[in-house]
Each structure stands twice: as structure tokens, then as C-alpha cells.
């Protein structure tokens, strides 16, 4: 049996390009921040957060705005004590019933020195005054002891046939017919353009701007759902006819129309061979209004060329890897291209 | 400022002495020299940035194996949903095949076959070892191993190895 071997792989040399672009990143690149510099944000943010709350709280605190809890004895009716409905817990109330409470200690307060007066058994105490013939007695002036003294806030208690213990609910009713658990919904947002890269959390790619920056936007204003006016079709006379890339200095490429839904705009990043993770680009969305840019629609497809020289001021000529985003997210790459920065 | 040194060598020397490595094992995947040389890059950088405490040259290349295997998968999976706009021209890798050197059938396995007969066959690791880098249990290693066999016997038509 004859004896295999792998010397393909195992004597496999790396390009001496690969080993100097290789050395040559580490010049541009950082080494990694340490924990404390990288979270520094979120350490100040959170600490922010813990002042500001500490802050609230000691106000809160100083001027002693604790809520007390609700006594049923503050609990007042209005209206028909049958009807529980008319029940109003407020704060008017409550301090009405707190004012009514304190002149009624008064008054207790009064009766009761004339109350201890020794009295015997056998006495009977009669009203001392009768009502009038005008005022009719009220049921509480009926069923208000007249022996001996009382607790002023025994009588105070409203009578148990209400239901007191039902507190009601602050929201108002909901008009027939609404959902409560719907919330009112936003003018919906245009779909990001979601880079693979950046879901992958590489600091080094260039995140694609969103599509909907506009400075229009940046006001402060609530952004209606807006729809995006039609775009007019840019002036073929004016686009001059490209030979290649090479000639050029710039990407020239087809994306489907249907991938260009709305306005055509493409959101494109280049990179040099062996430049690794530097991405160049990432400023702008190329529409066909842009001045580095021409377009031209033929059989179906978006032709659209823009100079990556003038662009993102490109000195070295080299091979380029460029990437397209259209502004559903959807990205198209190409291989590198030679693009020559003399021309 | 002190240069870090990486099991006594400093960064320029750890790629020069392992570049063969890490292109192999880049080019075993990607099967590309342009993704190659991407991936190529990024890993020595993340060496570089991320400064792991390595003491030995065997750690070292056990460190970049793995790190080579992360970062070709990763590179896949990003490149996965973005859309060819045409055909490439790179040139692709092509090994010889009127000889007994098998190394084009080991780029046609599955990975997980691959990754083993690689490091078994070419790196000459132990099982252990490759069960390590891998994160493997031995078992089943042997046992990948076994069946990547097979599976090279029959791409390959010969004998076995």
C-alpha cells in the first residue's frame, strides 16, 4: 500500500503580502482598552443615576411628603350613603374630615367636663336642648348617645352599612369599546438596514448610518409617517458612459431594481486588500441626486457608478473590496477590484 | 514601552513562524486566498490586541489553531447573507491531484472531519490534544477520526491511510 501524504497543506506558504500586511495593521491598530476605560460610560451613567436618585429621595424625605395610609374612618360620603358609587375619596374630603374631627374633639372635649359631673344611676339625661321645629334631626343627632361620656371618634365613624372598604379605582371608566391594553401606536419607522457586521459586534466595521437621517429629523419635532416623495429620474443624457473600472477609478455594479424599493439609495463600504477590518466609508447614502454618482436603469437592473477615489480619497492604488447595502438592509459584496488612484 | 512577547517571541516573529499554520488551516476553509488573507490578518491582530498570557510555542499554536477555526466560521456566517453581485475571478486553491498527496480531499470534507484529520495528519497532534484545541472529548475524536477516514477513502478511492 503506498503511503499518502498531505504535503499541500502542511508546506503551504503564506504569501510574504499576508505577513507584512499583517505586521503593518498592528501600526494602526489599538490594543483593547482595559474593562474600566471600555464601561467608563456605564460606570458614569450609573452612577448618575444613583445620585440622582439619592437626591429625589432625600428631598422626598425632608419634606415629610410620606402618604399616610387611608384610614376608612377618612372616608366620606357624599350624597346618598346607600349609593356607594358617590364615594369620594379626595383630599378635600379628607381634610374637611380631619377638621370636622378636631372641632369635634372641641366640642367633646367641652362636653366631657360637663359630662364628669357625678351623676347617679337613676337620673335619666334628656336632650338638653330640643330641636327645633324647623330643623329636622339628623339621623346622627338621633343615634348619638347621651350617656355618659363618649369617644368622639367612635361616633365619628360613619355607619357600616356603607361599603368602605372598597376603595375605587383612580382610572376612569374606559369608554365602551377600548382595548386597555392597546397603547397608542408611532409612526412607523423605516426598516434599518441591518449589517451583518454589526450584529456581530465588531467594533472595527463601520456601522451604516440609518437610513432616515435626514437633517429635517434631527429638530426635535415628532416625525409624521412620512412617505417618501417620488424621486426623479435622474438625467440619463447628463450620465456619461463608463467603459470599465479600471478606466475610471470607480465601482461600477448592478443592483435589481426590486431591491431598490423607494427611494434608490445604497449605503456602500470599501476596504483594501489586507487592510483587514478598516473599512473605509460609511458617511453617506449614494442616491442618484449625489454628484459622485451616476446611475442608469437598463434591462431591469440599477447600474450605478460612483467614484470611490474622490469618495473616500483613496491615494493608493491597490485592490478594494467594496460591500453594498440597500436600504433594506440587504447587502450585496464583490470581490476586490483593481482601482488605480493615479488616473 | 515593553514589546509583548508571546512564548518568548515577539509579534512579528510569532507570524512569520506561524503564518503556515494559520493559512492552512484558513485556506482548508475558506478555500479562497482573499478571504484567506482577511481572516490572515484578523487573527494575528486579535493576538495582538487581546495579548493572551501564552508561555509555550505549543500553547501558541494550539491558541492560533483555535482561534484560525473561530475566526474562518465567524467570517462564513457574516458572509453568508450578503449576495454575490457576480462572479469572482480570485483564484481559487488548487492542489494537485496526480499525485498521492490527499490534501484537496481533505478541503472536500465536512468540517468536523476535516478540522481532526487536519491536525492528526498534517500538524501531527495527538488525540488528546486535538480533543483540547477542540474542546472534544477523546472518544470522539477517535471516532471522527475513524469516520473521516472513510469518508477520504472514498473521495479519494485509494487504500485508505
Same mark, same amino acid.
Given at each position: 500500500m503506498?503511503?499518502?501524504?498531505?504535503d499541500?497543506?502542511?508546506n503551504?506558504?503564506?504569501?510574504e +503580502?499576508?505577513?507584512e500586511?499583517?505586521i503593518?495593521a498592528?501600526?494602526?491598530?489599538?490594543k483593547k482598552p482595559?474593562?474600566?476605560?471600555k464601561?467608563?460610560?456605564?460606570?458614569a451613567a450609573?452612577?448618575?443615576l444613583?445620585?440622582?436618585?439619592?437626591? +429625589?429621595? %432625600?428631598?422626598?424625605f425632608?419634606?415629610?411628603?410620606v402618604?399616610?395610609?387611608?384610614?376608612p374612618?377618612?372616608?366620606v360620603e357624599?350624597?346618598?350613603?346607600?349609593d356607594?358609587?358617590n364615594?369620594?375619596y379626595?383630599d378635600?374630603?379628607i381634610?374637611e374630615?380631619?377638621?370636622?374631627d378636631?372641632?369635634?374633639d372641641?366640642?367633646? !372635649?367641652?362636653?366631657?367636663?360637663?359630662?364628669?359631673k357625678?351623676?347617679t344611676?337613676?337620673?335619666?339625661?334628656e336632650?338638653s336642648e330640643k330641636?327645633?321645629?324647623? @330643623?329636622?334631626?339628623t339621623e346622627?343627632?338621633k343615634?348619638?348617645?347621651?350617656v %355618659?361620656?363618649?369617644?368622639p371618634?367612635?361616633?365619628?365613624?360613619p355607619?357600616?352599612?356603607?361599603?368602605?372598604?372598597e376603595?375605587?379605582?383612580?382610572s376612569?371608566?374606559?369608554?365602551p369599546g377600548t382595548n386597555p391594553t392597546?397603547?397608542?401606536?408611532?409612526?412607523s419607522d423605516?426598516?434599518?438596514? @441591518?449589517l451583518?457586521?454589526?450584529?456581530?459586534?465588531d467594533p472595527?466595521?463601520p456601522?451604516a448610518?440609518?437610513?432616515?437621517?435626514?437633517?429635517?429629523?434631527?429638530?426635535?419635532t415628532?416625525?409624521?409617517?412620512?412617505?417618501s416623495?417620488?424621486i426623479?429620474k435622474p438625467?440619463? !443624457?447628463?450620465?456619461?458612459?463608463?467603459?470599465s473600472?479600471?478606466?475610471y477609478?470607480?465601482?461600477?455594479?448592478?443592483?435589481?431594481t426590486?431591491h431598490?424599493?423607494?427611494?434608490?439609495?445604497?449605503?456602500c463600504?470599501?476596504k483594501?486588500?489586507g487592510?483587514?477590518?478598516?473599512?473605509l %466609508?460609511?458617511?453617506?447614502?449614494f442616491?442618484?441626486?449625489?454628484?459622485c454618482?451616476?446611475?442608469k436603469?437598463?434591462?431591469?437592473?440599477?447600474?450605478?457608478a460612483?467614484?470611490?477615489?474622490n469618495?473616500y480619497?483613496i491615494?493608493e492604488? %491597490?485592490?478594494?473590496?467594496y460591500?453594498?447595502?440597500?436600504e433594506?438592509?440587504q447587502?450585496?459584496?464583490?470581490k476586490?477590484?483593481y482601482?488605480?488612484?493615479?488616473t | 514601552m515593553? /514589546?509583548v512577547l508571546?512564548?518568548?517571541?515577539?509579534?512579528e516573529d510569532?507570524?512569520r513562524?506561524?503564518?503556515s499554520?494559520?493559512? =492552512?488551516?484558513?485556506?482548508?476553509r475558506?478555500?479562497?486566498?482573499a478571504d484567506? /488573507?482577511?481572516?490572515?490578518?484578523?487573527?494575528?491582530l486579535?493576538l495582538?490586541q487581546? =495579548?493572551?498570557k501564552?508561555e509555550?510555542?505549543?500553547h501558541?499554536?494550539a491558541?492560533?489553531?483555535?482561534? =484560525?477555526i473561530?475566526?474562518?466560521?465567524n467570517?462564513?456566517k457574516?458572509?453568508?447573507?450578503?449576495l454575490s453581485?457576480?462572479e469572482?475571478k480570485e483564484? =481559487?486553491?488548487?492542489f494537485?491531484t496526480?499525485?498521492l498527496?490527499?490534501s484537496?480531499?481533505l478541503v472536500e470534507?465536512?468540517?468536523?472531519y476535516?478540522?481532526v484529520?487536519?491536525l492528526?495528519?498534517? /500538524?501531527k497532534?495527538?488525540?488528546n490534544?486535538?480533543a /483540547?484545541?477542540?474542546g472534544y472529548n477523546?472518544?470522539?475524536v477517535?471516532?471522527?477520526?475513524?469516520?473521516?477516514?472513510?469518508?477520504l477513502?472514498?473521495?479519494?478511492g485509494?487504500?485508505g491511510?
Open positions: 503506498k503511503k499518502v501524504n498531505f499541500s497543506l502542511t503551504l506558504k503564506a504569501p +503580502s499576508f505577513i500586511n499583517a503593518n498592528t501600526k494602526t491598530q489599538k482595559l474593562v474600566f476605560i464601561y467608563s460610560r456605564a460606570l450609573v452612577a448618575c444613583v445620585i440622582v436618585c439619592a437626591v +429625589s429621595l %432625600g428631598v422626598y425632608k419634606e415629610d411628603r402618604t399616610p395610609p387611608i384610614d374612618s377618612f372616608i357624599t350624597g346618598n350613603s346607600k356607594s358609587e364615594t369620594q379626595t378635600k374630603n381634610k374630615t380631619l377638621k370636622n378636631k372641632d369635634f372641641k366640642e367633646n !372635649a367641652q362636653n366631657s367636663v360637663t359630662d364628669n357625678p351623676t344611676e337613676s337620673e335619666t339625661i336632650p330641636p327645633s321645629s324647623t @330643623t329636622k334631626p346622627d343627632s343615634d348619638e348617645p347621651t %355618659g361620656p363618649t369617644k371618634s367612635e361616633s365619628a365613624k355607619s357600616e352599612s356603607t361599603n368602605t372598604n376603595i375605587p379605582t383612580s376612569p371608566p374606559l369608554k392597546t397603547k397608542p401606536t408611532k409612526p423605516k426598516p434599518k438596514p @441591518t451583518p457586521d454589526s450584529s456581530s459586534q472595527n466595521y456601522a448610518p440609518p437610513p432616515e437621517q435626514s437633517p429635517d429629523s434631527t429638530d426635535g415628532p416625525e409624521l409617517p412620512s412617505v416623495p417620488p426623479s438625467d440619463y !443624457a447628463a450620465i456619461r458612459e463608463y467603459k473600472v479600471h478606466d477609478c470607480e465601482i461600477v455594479d448592478y443592483i435589481e426590486k431598490l424599493t423607494g427611494s434608490k439609495r445604497v449605503y463600504i470599501v483594501k486588500r487592510a483587514g477590518n478598516q473599512w %466609508g460609511g458617511d453617506d447614502w442616491s442618484p441626486e449625489h454628484i454618482t451616476t446611475w436603469e437598463k434591462n431591469g437592473y440599477t447600474y450605478f460612483y467614484s470611490i477615489t469618495t480619497n491615494t492604488s %491597490g485592490e478594494y473590496l460591500l453594498i447595502y440597500n433594506n438592509g447587502g450585496f459584496y464583490s476586490y477590484i482601482v488605480n488612484a493615479n | 515593553a /514589546e508571546f512564548a518568548g517571541l515577539k509579534y510569532v507570524v513562524e506561524y503564518s499554520t494559520v493559512v =492552512s488551516v484558513c485556506i482548508m475558506l478555500k479562497n486566498w484567506a /488573507e482577511d481572516c490572515f490578518q484578523n487573527i494575528f486579535s495582538y487581546n =495579548s493572551p501564552i509555550t510555542k505549543e501558541l499554536k491558541w492560533l489553531i483555535r482561534v =484560525s473561530n475566526e474562518c466560521t467570517y462564513i457574516k458572509n453568508r447573507k450578503l453581485l457576480h469572482t483564484q =481559487s486553491v488548487n494537485p496526480d499525485t498527496d490527499i484537496w480531499a470534507l465536512p468540517p468536523k476535516r478540522d484529520l487536519y492528526y495528519y498534517c /500538524e497532534y495527538k488525540v490534544e486535538i /483540547e484545541i477542540l477523546a472518544n470522539t477517535k471516532t471522527l477520526l475513524k469516520r473521516g477516514r472513510e469518508k477513502k472514498s473521495i479519494y485509494g487504500d491511510i
